[in-house]
Every structure is written in structure tokens, then in C-alpha cells.
């Protein structure tokens, strides 16, 4: 156990020392112009985002330059369908400011395998596209896409249901 818990330090520490070494060394590229063919000003910072420049390690990932107060939204409809749609999974972790709901393994209701989900909400629109959604066994395997498709339609249909409910349809 030891033994197990030692390499998982130190492939983690590796990862990072490896990427900690990349840095923007490569072959130099030319300069971003300031016009276009159509001799029209072109955002330079808007390009160099684009690729990637502007960076200097890994680490600038994490520097957040834009307005601190800024909260990433979530809808709340498919928030609380989730939650009670698969309230049969203990819940390990919850976090409404990024999104993100993982749970434990649990039973469904009349079922015999065991599940654990991750959902991760990405948008605050009613939307499919909002919603992404990870189930395991208790084998460590994904389960099948159908399955997977069909309780996120049934979280979905929840939500829609919360919404009506609440009279902002």
C-alpha cells in the first residue's frame, strides 16, 4: 500500500518537473502584423491568445489577470435536477461556483450494480450542451453511452420540470 502511494508522489511530482520545462524556446515566429489584407487594425493581444503566445511556463495558467469578482454561473435548474435525479449517490463533493458535483458509489433504486457520477455544469443557459455528465461502475469502467444518454436526458427533463414549476418559462 505504502509502495502504491510512494509512486503516485512521485509520478506526480515528474509530471509536474516535466512540465515546469516547457517554455516558449522553439523557433522564434514572425512578428503579429498590425493589419490585415484589408489594412483594417487587428487586436494583437486577441491574436497572440489565440496562439498561445504571451505565456512564459505552466504557471501563468493560474494568473488570473481578469477582474477577481468575476464567479462562473451555473444553472440552478440542472443544478437541483441533478442533485435529486441521482440522489441515490452519496455525495463526496460539491462545488456550485465552478459547476462540478462527484459523488461516491451508491445503488440505483431497483438496480444491482453500483454507479459514481461526476457532473460538471458549464453554462447557466437550459441547455444540453450545459450539462456533462461521467458515469463509472464499480469496476472503475464507463458505463455505455446509452445509459449514460439517458440519465442525462432524465436530468434534464427535471430541470425543465423545476423551471415550469417556478413560472419563469
Known amino acids: ?13 515528474a509530471a509536474i518537473l516535466v512540465l515546469t ?4 524556446t522553439g523557433p522564434s515566429k514572425p512578428p503579429v502584423s498590425t493589419e490585415n489584407r484589408n489594412n483594417t487594425p487587428v487586436d494583437i493581444q486577441a491574436r497572440q491568445r489565440i496562439a498561445g503566445q504571451g505565456r512564459e511556463t ?3 495558467i493560474f494568473d488570473n489577470q481578469s477582474d477577481s469578482n468575476t464567479t462562473l454561473e451555473v444553472n440552478k435548474y ?3 435536477a441533478s442533485l435529486e435525479t441521482l440522489n441515490f449517490l452519496p455525495i463526496q463533493t460539491a462545488d456550485p461556483f465552478s459547476g462540478v458535483i462527484s459523488t461516491g458509489y451508491g445503488t440505483p433504486p431497483g438496480g444491482g450494480r453500483s454507479y459514481r457520477a461526476t457532473i460538471y455544469i458549464t453554462d447557466p443557459a437550459l441547455d444540453a450542451r450545459s450539462l456533462n455528465l461521467s458515469l463509472q461502475t464499480s469496476g472503475g469502467r464507463a458505463v455505455d453511452a446509452d445509459t449514460r444518454r439517458a440519465v442525462e436526458d432524465a436530468i434534464l427533463t427535471r ?3 423545476l423551471r415550469i414549476a417556478e413560472g419563469k418559462l
Open 21 to 24: 520545462a516547457c517554455d516558449n
Open 58 to 60: 505552466i504557471w501563468d
Open 1 to 13: 500500500m505504502k509502495t502504491g502511494k510512494t509512486f503516485a508522489k512521485l509520478s506526480s511530482i
Open 159 to 161: 430541470a425543465r420540470q
Open 78 to 80: 440542472i443544478w437541483r
